[in-house]
Structures are given as structure tokens and as C-alpha cells.
């Protein structure tokens, strides 16, 4: 399968550009990479998170369903719709949405670990379901951002099947060591393929590091961003998992009667 991470420059609380721009670099990268699915960073609609949140969000979905569901079907290409600032009956939520290139939703999470040092908790809902899904037959899986902090979740989804993860992140530049550490050892103690979109640019006084990344089971790059908007591009080749799991099988070898985690 081949991925694009598309690493995008959103302007904070200007969803009618976001929209146009994520749109645009759709297609820019559909046309340039040939990709078989690509993928969009965190709340790529409005920024993380604006004031005006109550007029700048999308409602239930609406706007990015149907822009999407549209633009994947007529490029026949699976995407990963990173997340949008949401608003439902129950409150805002920062979800994800995979349309498949029929331009169906496949799949929608709800961010389960809501980033309390920055009051993401004071604003938005939690989810509570992780987000499996299949795209052209393979088993994937989605987390955003803070998610990737919580190890227990992606092992959960990689004992139910998953071989790929997408993260969809705004991660900022302070910290990208920790990002990059983190994605790496996801991907390394799963034994999993790992597709991380981060943003770049400013939210308010916040910058967002980049350093997008597709990293194989090994957690060696296929290919890796810097800190400017860009598009990278890798194949994962799925063949190779079996191997990997067979030759250091961390999944025969647990010893689940003795962790305690609750």
C-alpha cells in the first residue's frame, strides 16, 4: 500500500480556508504521489483550538462528509481524514473520519485521551471506542495525537488484527522528540506499519513541530518530514510482517495473567 501523509499549514479558527487548502493538497498529492490512501493531521479544520469554537466547527461531520466523500470518489483514493473540530447535540469532539474510494465513511473516532495540560478537557468530549478498519483489505487502525502516549490502546487494536496504524497529530515543535520516540516504539513493539501526520505552522502561541513519518515494523523511516508543510510518500509492504512477528514473537511470548491495568 502506498501512503501520503500530507503535512499540512492550517490557519487557526479559519475553517472555509482550511478546507480549500486541505482540498488543494489532496489533490496535489493524488496527482504528484499516485498514493493508494493518504492521511490528514489533527483538527486540520479550524487549529487546535480556536476561540471561536462554537461558529468555526463542522456540525456532526457535515461539511467534511460531504467535501470528502466527494473528492475521494473522484480520485478513487482512500483517505484518512485526520481529525476535525466536531460539534454534536452531546457537546464538541475532535474526530476522525476514513472514506474509502467509493467515498464511503468506513470508519469515525472520537479522540479518546483528551490532552488536559492544554484544557482540551474543558472543551471537548471524550470518545470511547479505539477506530479498526479495513482499507483495499488491510487492517488498520487510527489514533489521534495524545492517543499515542496511551501504549495500551494501540496493543489492543494490534492484538485484534491491526498491521497499520494512523496517527493523526498536532504535535507541538517543543516536544518532537518525544513524537518521534514514541512513534517509533509503536511501531517497533507492535510489529506494525506506522503512518504519522503531524501539522506545522502556529495555533495561537503554540508551534506545531512536523516531523511527520511512515515507519515500518523494524521502526526504521520509509520516509520522514521536516518542519516546513510538505507531502511524504512511502510503500508498506505487508509481506514483510509475518516475518518480523515470527522471527521476535513478542505476541507467543506475553504474559498477559501478569499485567495489572486497569
Known amino acids: 500500500m502506498k501512503i501520503s501523509c500530507i ?38 479544520n479550524t487549529g487546535f483550538f480556536p476561540q471561536n469554537l462554537a461558529s468555526c466547527a463542522d456540525s456532526n461531520g457535515a461539511r467534511t462528509k460531504a ?24 457537546g464538541f469532539f475532535n474526530t476522525a473520519y476514513v472514506f474509502d474510494r467509493k467515498g464511503e465513511v468506513i470508519a469515525e473516532y472520537d479522540k479518546t485521551h483528551l490532552f488536559t495540560p492544554s484544557g482540551e478537557h474543558e472543551s471537548f468530549q ?15 487502525g487510527l489514533i489521534i495525537c495524545y492517543d499515542l502516549r496511551f501504549p495500551e490502546l494501540t496493543r489492543t487494536m494490534t492484538l485484534e488484527g491491526v498491521d497499520l496504524l494512523f496517527v493523526a497529530a498536532q504535535w507541538p515543535e517543543k516536544r518532537t522528540m518525544h513524537l518521534e520516540t514514541l512513534a517509533r516504539a509503536r511501531a517497533i513493539e507492535n510489529q506494525m506499519f506506522l503512518a504519522l501526520c503531524n501539522s506545522v505552522g ?61
Open 126 to 140: 471524550c470518545g470511547w471506542h479505539a477506530c479498526r478498519f479495513r482499507l483495499d483489505g488491510k487492517k488498520c
Open 202 to 262: 502556529t495555533a495561537g502561541e503554540t508551534r506545531c513541530g512536523g516531523h511527520s513519518a511512515i515507519i515500518d515494523p523494524w521502526g526504521e523511516y520509509l520516509a520522514r518530514a521536516w518542519d516546513g508543510e510538505e507531502t511524504i510518500t512511502a510503500e508498506a509492504d505487508f509481506s514483510v510482517i509475518d516475518g518480523i512477528r515470527s522471527s521476535i514473537n513478542v505476541f507467543r511470548d506475553r504474559r498477559p495473567e501478569l499485567y495489572q491495568i486497569n
Open 7 to 44: 503535512q499540512m499549514d492550517m490557519r487557526l479558527g479559519e475553517p472555509n480556508y482550511n478546507f480549500a487548502h486541505a482540498e488543494e493538497l489532496v489533490r496535489a498529492a493524488a496527482k504528484a504521489e499516485r498514493p493508494d490512501a493518504v492521511i490528514l493531521p489533527e483538527t486540520w
Open 67 to 90: 467535501v470528502f466523500s466527494a473528492l475521494a470518489k473522484e480520485l478513487d483514493l482512500n483517505i484518512v481524514c485526520g481529525s476535525v473540530t466536531n460539534r454534536r447535540a452531546e
